[in-house]
């Protein structure tokens, strides 16, 4: 809800650090989707949810690097 709220371009960095923590947990799930006997809807709303927080790192100019796996500002 605070995000809607927040000005665009503009998110505090522990909602940034917070919204890259999702992302690396929903990505832990979605590599074994079978694992967790979900339907095809599920899987679905997962990789929405997960594509609307890049939305939100990217439109703030953050990136998770992936040799470190840390959120980094992006290069512009």
């Known amino acids: 809800m605070s995000l809607r709220l927040s000005p665009q371009g503009h998110i505090d960095r522990k909602v940034i650090q917070a919204i890259a923590l999702a992302i690396?947990?929903?990505?832990?799930?979605?590599?074994?989707?079978?694992d967790y006997d979900i339907g095809k809807d599920d899987a679905e709303l997962l990789g929405e949810a997960i594509g609307a927080?890049?939305?939100?790192?990217?439109?703030?100019?953050?990136t998770i690097d992936?040799?470190?796996?840390?959120l980094r500002r992006a290069t512009p």
């Open 53 to 62: 927080l890049w939305v939100i790192l990217e439109s703030n100019g953050y």
């Open 66 to 70: 992936v040799d470190s796996n840390r």
């Open 24 to 34: 690396k947990i929903i990505e832990q799930i979605t590599g074994a989707i079978e």
